[in-house]
């Protein structure tokens, strides 16, 4: 008698890398957080954050020449270099990435080079499936955000430096990847409810 044997499946599932992308107030962190939970959902346990602000704000709190200097470029407002945040990057993914995780990068890259260093990193990383999700707002619309949340340093002058950077920086970034054929580019309306801009962003998404 011949037994029949149920061949497993041991195909290990391919990380997947998702850039959340998008002006100061369009609202891409909480979507990150509502992404990043219906990921869970759907059997994507493993998930690393990358989180350009949180990395800065870790590093400021350690001792060293470096960290003093990001303290001040920080607290003036000022940009910091690509070397620093792409070595906050990579230092994060050395200790972390095992090859088996999915990753989403928020509020990165910020500059062109960096859009490009990062282009790198996936591909050395092998990580093919790679999708950008662009939170896409009007700058008056995030500016009128920005003010009615009532922060200390959202201050009309600095809010307007924040939407002069976007167009100057980080839109030549958003360029690059909508030009790489390799990466699945998504537009998502950001100037609609919560609920609906996550809604926009898992039908196109998947």
């Not at 509502?34 to 954050?49: A, D, M, P, Q």
Request: charged share 30%; hydrophobic share 40%; net charge neutral.
């Amino acid at each position: 008698m011949f037994k029949i044997f149920k061949k497993e499946n041991t195909e290990k599932a391919e990380p997947m890398a998702f850039i959340f992308i998008g002006r100061s107030g369009c609202g891409k962190g909480t979507q990150v957080e509502l992404f990043r939970e219906e990921l869970k959902k759907r059997g994507t346990e493993k998930v690393l954050h990358v989180e350009t602000g949180s990395l800065l704000r870790a590093f400021t709190k350690t001792e060293s020449f470096t960290s003093n200097l990001t303290k001040e470029v920080i607290y003036s407002g000022g940009l910091m270099p690509e070397s620093i945040v792409i070595g906050l990057w990579i230092d994060y993914l050395i200790n972390n990435f095992t090859g088996t995780e999915s990753i989403m990068f928020d509020g990165a890259p910020r500059k062109l080079q960096e859009a490009m260093l990062l282009d790198g990193t996936l591909r050395f990383y092998g990580i093919k499936n790679v999708t950008v999700i662009h939170v896409n707002v009007s700058k008056d619309w995030a500016m009128k955000r920005l003010l009615g949340r009532g922060r200390k340093d959202d201050t009309e002058e600095g809010i307007g430096k924040r939407m002069a950077w976007f167009d100057k920086d980080v839109m030549p970034s958003i360029e690059f990847f909508k030009g790489n054929q390799d990466y699945k580019f998504v537009d998502i309306n950001g100037e609609q409810s919560i609920e609906e801009v996550h809604a926009e962003i898992m039908k196109k998404v998947f």
